[in-house]
């Protein structure tokens, strides 16, 4: 008998339409972008092509590499990538995943972007990041609105134009932030950058940031103490005068994932900045690129939930043991369709917020609803998505902690986003300070909540149970993350039984809601229709 022949392995997933997805489909229509299912479908089928997910791959096992100076001894701060990380950088940019819907005026726009967004991250989450912070810098950019004219358009370019030049020549330009620093972390009040005005209206900044994420990016938003206070700053890497500004890269860090991503510690000598918003209004003005990070943070962490559901299930489909397939033994099944049920509440709740965007300059009640859901749904969805990372590697066994499984990459990549913007109690206490000092999100919160009153009774208990929570405001703070922890799962539930698939709602309020749950995945009580929910992450 031979004993390398190869029996009961999973043939390979690939190739896969990722946007065949129903909860994300679904919420496109739904939230008014269904004129964009098309492209992102065209844009799914891509990033789950061989070549997409070659190139993701490729972008990891090859990280970004410093050069501090060339070989003649001249200070150069690049950072060499792979170049399949330019090619996903294209596909991005080319499909509007960055400052694009900012120029768009078609209802959706910023939803039918989050689609996109989600969707093309299954192929490489790394470069995602200069992606998402080039969308977020538009409205905190508007805050200049000399800058804004001179750099909005080409902020939403679909031209991928990479290279060290004066921004205003190139045909598109790519953004990032710097504002952690060594001594202070998320407390950026103890931000230490000094910025000095000059005559001619610029400032001259001079410090250290502790991560600045892709340093290769056109220009950077950054905090410095000005004479006036905290204030937010515009930093080209080349000047008008086609000289380098002096933002000098010390190093990249060394991280658990997001390998393909540079990160690095920067050093501000003498570098040449512009005010964006008013001296002292520095967080204020900051804030508005933050707020848009974090949807993308709730948008990656489903996306990764979304590619753990669909490969485990696959996995199991194809996969024997004790004489059945994975996915016909009842304790699988009920893993699955726990972590189906997880994956389609992240994605439910992420499109209904994309649509709060889209409609929160022109809808005050959905401005303030925004600005609660965003923080209680980027503490609760990003805090879930290492769990279900872990528990979807599992499904298969010990291929999954093989890297060539694509497992490991996808773990390791799962804690990123409820750190980055703000890990779980910044997140947590921005929730409770949002409600302390703007009243109308709450209001704007129960009343989207309220619009599933009667459809189910766990739901309205647990609703009534958030109104006793809120009401009590002994210790509010040590309490935080149980109280935002309720109500990203009252969101959730209402999302649900208002537009999730029958199973999946009745199944999410039965456990999460109604306590008919354990601590791991894989812990539904018995009638789940786990057949109908295990069928949505079937490709």
Sequence with gaps: ????????????????????????????????????????????????????????????????????????????????????????????????????????????????????????????????????????????????????????????????????REPSTKAGLIAGMSMTEKQGGSDVRANTTIATPQPDGSYRIVGHKWFTSAPMSDMFLTLAQAPGGLSCFLLPRVLPDDTRNPIRIQRLKNKLGNKSNASSEIEYENATGWLVGAEGAGVKTIVEMVNMTRLDCVIGSAMGMRVGAVHAAHHARHREAFGAKLIDQPAMRNVLADLVIESDAATTVMMRL?????????????????????????????????????????????????????MPRLYREAPLMSIWEGSGNVAALDALRAMGRQPETVEAFFNEVSLAAGADARLDD?????????????????????????????????????????????AFCGTRLGDDWGIAFGTLPTGVNTTDIIARALT
């Design 354 to 406: 994309a649509g709060a965007t889209d409609r929160a300059g022109t809808d005050p009640a959905e401005a303030a609803l925004r600005r609660i859901a965003l923080a209680v749904t980027k503490y609760w969805v990003c805090k879930r998505a290492p769990a279900h990372a872990a528990e979807a590697l599992e499904c298969f066994g010990g291929n999954g902690y093989a890297e060539e499984s694509g």
């Design 1 to 164: 008998m031979p004993t390398h022949e190869v029996f009961n392995q999973v043939p390979d997933i690939v190739p896969f339409d990722v946007a065949q997805n129903p909860a994300l489909l679904e919420g496109l229509h739904r939230e008014g972008a269904g004129w964009a299912e098309p492209e992102l479908h065209e844009l799914g089928t891509r990033a789950g092509g061989f070549e997409a997910q070659e190139w993701g791959r490729l972008a990891n096992e090859y990280p970004p590499v410093l050069h501090t100076h060339d070989r003649y001894g001249n200070r150069i701060d690049e950072v060499e990538f792979h170049p399949y990380w330019h090619e996903l950088m294209k596909v991005a940019v080319a499909h509007g995943l960055h400052g694009s819907p900012w120029l768009d005026n078609r209802p959706g726009a910023h939803v039918a972007r989050a689609a996109k967004f989600y969707t093309w991250g299954a192929a490489d989450a790394g470069h995602m990041c200069p992606i998402s912070m080039t969308y977020a810098i538009v409205p905190a950019l508007r805050h200049n609105s000399e800058l804004a004219a001179r750099y909005e358009p080409l902020l939403g370019s679909r031209t991928y134009d990479f290279g060290l």
């Design 462 to 506: 647990a609703i009534a149970r958030l109104g006793k929570e809120l009401s009590d405001l002994d210790e509010i703070e040590y309490r935080a993350r149980r109280v935002v922890e309720l109500m990203a799962l009252v969101l959730q539930g209402a999302q649900l039984v208002r537009h999730g698939h029958p199973a999946v709602a009745d």
